[in-house]
């Protein structure tokens, strides 16, 4: 006789022996207590999570000869009959392979019908597997139940069961199991069940079950028929290696371990995937990774490691690869590809379309920059026309020409004309006086430097200035007219602050109109108008000058006159 899997065995026949889930244990035994169960549940959630479980003890203390707060007892022959499976009063059904409209008729038909006990109990499971005129056929009844029916419809996929169904059931969600408790729940059973195995099993079932007790169990018991040994177990630590140390074979070496231990390339992404999940979410959000505390402290040393950029863009990568590998001929040659590509110093984890490596190589740069800056080093000259680094900077301060950063040192003052004892000191309260310009300047030279260095609406009027005449610390500019030299009177302040800023010291900046040629004057003796004599004009002799109706003839030729008759 074949020995029932560990999930069978430790199933829960009450309530309170549902772990995880205390908001459905006590939304269903306070209606079960007080006499106001409902006539239509849909439980939904992932699977493995207890929803058929407790549709089922849901049967039995509704026909339980004997409740106590809400819990069957388990003992009466109600109850034992449900738990073997050969009660009149609860009927399961598979809706994944009775989803046609006959079966639902059948249903109804034969949910009118009397039962021995007090309520008949309808348990549909993947219900969202019906086709839609079995839902519709299934909606009329739930929309007037017969009195002493219970329906309890069980779904992994709550989204795709119809609207007007949900809304005249009572929705109850079932929730994965936290690590913590599917740990201690793996360990009394392994306890309670006799069998030989260590934490690093009970880890590896709990990594497997995924938050699901029926897969941990079934992971478990595994584990356990095998020794203990969880060498087959997905171990993705190389990976996120290779990916830190930019490493493609250890990459390729990991996927090969992988594949020759029998596990398929499109799984061993998927696992990937949310192995990579786990560890973005252990540095955002810990408290959604569905590992143990231990595993979870391990895996985000591990991801801060590689970074949170990096986790992104390879779960990002990976997800497009699950897309393509559909229809892939080698799924493992596409998983190895998206390895390589994540793993390459050259790509920096990018396809060629990609802007990542030219951000990482940024990031480079910023970091040598910081460092240099921290050493001590000195920064590039800054053109205050762009405020960008000035290129070729130092070649210019090389050279003797840079004028940007280090003023000219100031040139000798001339002797004075007066003799030493005939000058007066100044005041001492009297500010120094500014450094004398070098005695050969070339102001020329420095205005092409600050007329380009000008900001403003100061650049373009003074781009058509031209210079006039220069002296040892005076320029004189020429504009085209006197209005446009006023104009660029109003910002000499401007000029000789850039002026100061470019060259290091400052001159004097003049700007006059150009001049214009003198209009010609009037002569001294105009003629003098002849005066008319009025008497001598006479009329034009008649015929000389054409009528209106010659005139009209001239402006509209071929036209003919007609006259008017009243």
């Known amino acids: 006789m074949a020995t029932p ?321 559909r229809h892939a001929p080698d799924p493992r040659v596409l998983v190895e590809v998206a390895l390589v590509q994540l793993t390459s110093p050259a790509t920096g984890g990018a396809t060629t379309d990609d802007v990542a490596p030219l951000a990482a190589r940024l990031a480079a740069l910023e970091q040598t920059v910081a460092s240099l800056q921290a050493a001590g080093a000195t920064p590039r000259p800054v053109d205050p026309a762009t405020g960008r680094a000035a290129l070729g900077g130092r070649a210019r301060r090389a050279a003797g020409n840079d004028t940007a950063s280090t003023p000219r040192p100031a040139a000798p003052a001339a002797p004075a004309a007066t003799p030493p004892a005939a000058a007066e000191p100044p005041a001492p309260s009297a500010p120094a006086p500014p450094a004398p310009p070098p005695a050969s300047r070339d102001l020329r030279a420095e205005w092409d430097q600050v007329r380009p260095a000008l900001r403003g609406i100061a650049k373009p009027l003074f781009a058509a200035t031209e210079v006039e005449r220069v002296s040892s610390d005076t320029i004189v500019l020429v504009a085209p007219n006197a209005a446009h030299a006023a104009k660029c009177q109003e910002f000499l302040a401007d000029v000789r602050t850039t002026w100061r800023t470019v060259t290091g010291h400052d001159a004097t900046v003049e700007v006059i109109a150009r001049e214009t040629p003198a209009a010609p004057s009037p002569a001294a003796d105009p003629e003098p108008i002849e005066d008319i004599d009025l008497d001598e004009l006479v009329d034009a002799p008649p015929g000389s000058m054409p009528s209106a109706i010659e005139r009209l003839a001239e402006a509209f030729p071929g036209s003919q006159l007609i006259e008017r008759r009243d």
């Open 5 to 325: 899997s560990l999930y069978r065995r430790y199933r829960p026949r009450r309530f309170s022996e549902l772990r995880g889930q205390e908001h459905v244990v006590k939304a269903l035994r306070d209606a079960v207590a007080s006499g106001r169960e409902g006539q239509a549940y849909l439980f939904s959630g992932p699977r493995g999570t207890g929803k058929t479980t407790s549709a089922r003890i849901l049967a039995k203390v509704l026909n339980c000869a004997r409740p106590v707060d809400g819990e069957p007892c388990c003992e009466c022959e109600s109850c034992l009959a449900v738990e073997r499976g050969t009660s009149y009063d609860v009927h399961e059904l598979d809706a994944a392979s009775n989803n046609k409209v006959e079966h639902m008729r059948d249903l109804i038909e034969k949910a009118s019908l009397g039962t021995p006990g007090r309520h008949k109990v309808y348990i549909l499971d993947e219900v969202h597997m019906l086709t839609p005129a079995a839902e519709a056929a299934l909606l009329k009844t739930l929309e007037e139940p017969p009195p002493h029916v219970v329906f309890v419809l069980a779904t992994t996929d709550p989204q795709k069961v119809r609207d007007t169904i949900r809304s005249r059931t009572q929705h109850l969600r079932f929730h994965l199991l936290p690590p913590d408790e599917l740990a201690a729940h793996a360990r009394w059973v392994a306890q309670d069940a006799g069998l030989d195995v260590d934490e690093a099993a009970i880890a590896a079932a709990v990594a497997q079950g995924g938050g699901s007790a029926r897969d941990t169990l079934s992971a478990l018991e595994l584990i356990a028929s095998t020794g203990g040994v969880t060498d087959d177990a997905l171990s993705f630590d190389e990976l996120v290696e290779a990916l830190i140390e930019r490493d493609p074979g250890r990459a390729l070496t990991a996927v090969a371990h992988a594949v020759n231990a029998g596990h398929e390339p499109r799984p061993l992404a998927e696992a990937f995937v949310r192995h990579l999940r786990n560890g973005f979410l252990s540095l955002m959000a810990p408290e959604l990774v569905q590992l143990p505390s231990a595993q979870v402290d391990a895996l985000a040393a591990q991801a801060q490691r590689l970074g949170p950029a990096a986790l992104v863009r390879a779960i990002e990568r990976l997800g497009e690869i699950l897309v393509e590998l």
